[in-house]
């Protein structure tokens, strides 16, 4: 599609969720062709159309020069389930790429906001409680907001300067999300040149390393990360490495090789674990996957603080969340300051063969209180 022949007005939200900001988009306002939508997400965010552009500023279009500012939702409604279908794709300024692999959990906050802008809130939402279907993952996400506009309950988050509409975000079963078992390896811990690592899957594939094993104090700003060679190289050879090992699905069901895996800007994520400095109990440095976020994801604060929970792990080593009447909670120490992840589950991990998927839980969820900003407007 030329930019001649792109006559078409498209109605959308921009939307902050959480940390992060990008759009949300009505399929019934797009075609049914994945190139042609993907196509129409390049000219709104402002990305390359096509190959790679290392300069390029985002000038034009919605979004900014990070990845958690290039995101975006398509969603429908499910109207007889009462429910409403989520896609999520991320972008990155310097290239055409558009990744569907996986979730983002802030910027599902700002969906919420949008449903009670559409004729369908009473349908959807009449106790205030919005039920997601997530594609990207086959997960279900509740998000339960208080009151009604303008009397909204309000929230301060980390990374968010003032207070906006609070919405509470709760994965129901969010393991194994792209891989086939809480701890897809099979193991707490693995080691790759030495270097112990855990890998797990709520939510999102996530790699948890402690910094100390890397060479690195864990307190690093993301340039200091983005600039260490050495580290960069060391954390993608893990990357590929447990990827590997983690049996990584891509949404047509292929497993990730390492070409998949060196080329992902998605999956799998990164955290560098280190003690807490401040009133936290664990301080990350969370690589999306080769950047640092200026503060943790919802989905990858998921991972981290669910690890908490299984003794054994490289980060129950630094912090271990002790479960009183089955709730765990884990304030989670990052650049931004401090986010509270709390975390149901019944029973301890179940050590079993390969052959059934590595471990188990009998239950887990997570949830994560965070809040969003939405207006909306037409791109034409």
């Not at 060679?229 to 990730?256: D, S």
């Not at 301890?348 to 407007?377: C, H, M, T």
Request: net charge positive; proline share 5%; aromatic share 6%.
């Amino acid at each position: 599609m030329k930019k001649s022949s792109f006559p078409i007005r498209i109605p959308l939200y921009y939307v902050r969720g959480g940390t992060s900001t990008g759009i949300v988009l009505l399929q019934k306002h797009l075609p049914e062709k994945k190139e042609l939508k993907e196509e129409i997400l390049r000219y709104i965010m402002g990305v390359p159309l096509e190959g790679k552009n290392e300069n390029n500023k985002q000038l034009q279009g919605l979004g900014r020069e990070t990845t958690t500012s290039n995101k975006a939702f398509i969603i429908d409604i499910d109207y007889q389930a009462k429910k409403v279908i989520s896609t999520f794709a991320q972008l990155e300024k310097e290239s055409s790429t558009v990744s569907w692999e996986v979730n983002c959990g802030n910027m599902t906050s700002s969906i919420p906001l949008v449903i009670r802008d559409l004729p369908e809130e009473k349908l959807l939402m009449p106790d205030g409680k919005l039920s997601i279907y997530n594609t990207n993952t086959n997960k279900n996400i509740l998000c339960t907001m208080a009151n009604v506009s303008p009397k909204y309950q309000l929230a301060h988050i980390p990374g968010v300067v003032g207070d906006f509409p609070e919405i509470n975000v709760s994965f129901a079963d969010p393991a194994c999300s792209k891989t086939k078992a809480l701890f897809p390896t099979g193991n707490l811990i693995d080691k790759v040149n030495g270097v112990p690592v855990t890998c797990i899957d709520v939510a999102v594939p996530m790699i948890i390393i402690n910094a100390e094993s890397l060479g690195v104090s864990g307190y690093e700003n993301p340039n200091e990360i983005k600039n260490n060679q050495v580290l960069q190289e060391k954390i993608m050879q893990i990357r590929v490495e447990m990827g590997i090992k983690m049996g990584i699905r891509q949404n047509n069901g292929a497993v990730m090789n390492e070409k998949d895996l060196t080329e992902s800007i998605t999956q799998p994520k990164v955290a560098i674990v280190a003690p807490s400095l401040s009133k936290g109990d664990i301080t990350i440095r969370y690589l999306t996957p080769k950047n640092a976020h200026l503060s943790v994801a919802v989905s990858g604060g998921c991972c981290l603080a669910a690890a908490c929970c299984f003794p054994g792990t490289v980060a129950s080593h630094l912090y271990y969340a002790n479960r009183v009447n089955g709730h765990s909670t884990v304030r989670i120490e990052h650049l931004s300051g401090i986010s509270k992840f709390s975390i149901t589950h019944d029973g301890e991990y179940i050590p079993i063969s390969l052959q059934d998927d590595g471990f188990k839980i009998w239950k887990l969820s997570v949830s994560r209180v965070v809040n969003s900003f939405a207006f909306s407007g037409k791109v034409t």
